[in-house]
Nanobody, 120 residues
């Protein structure tokens, strides 16, 4: 698979986790990257997006100030540092690569998804 997520796990409220997405067999530097998540019974939503140059970012209001996304073009890796986790962050998180910035498109390349569970 061209996108493989890692770092998923369980955390307590207020805890931290770091997700990573390793991209292979794709020209990572030309793709906009994003993290999406889907909670049970909810639609998939964009959590954070970063342009291919890394000069434009988006964060959902619900994660602003708590989550930080970064990309390392040299290592073809996308990271999501998640601090101050709450139970509302519980979801399956997906890494996505696409030519449209911050788009939930079927044309994107998608990771397999990784579960994050926040509970006490």
């Amino acid at each position: 698979a061209p996108l493989v997520e890692s770092g998923g796990d369980a955390a307590q409220p207020g805890g931290s986790l770091t997700l990573s997405c390793r991209i292979s067999r794709l020209p990572f530097v030309v793709y906009h990257m994003a993290w999406f998540r889907q909670a049970p019974g909810k639609e998939r939503e964009a959590v954070s997006c970063i342009s291919w140059r890394g000069d434009t970012t988006y964060y959902a209001d619900s994660v602003k100030g708590r989550f930080t996304m970064s990309r390392d073009n040299a290592k073809s890796t996308l990271n999501l540092q998640m601090n101050g986790l709450t139970p509302e962050d519980t979801a399956i998180y997906y890494c996505a690569a696409g030519t449209a910035y911050c788009s939930d498109s079927t044309d994107n390349f998608w990771g397999q998804g990784i579960q994050i569970t926040v509970s006490s």
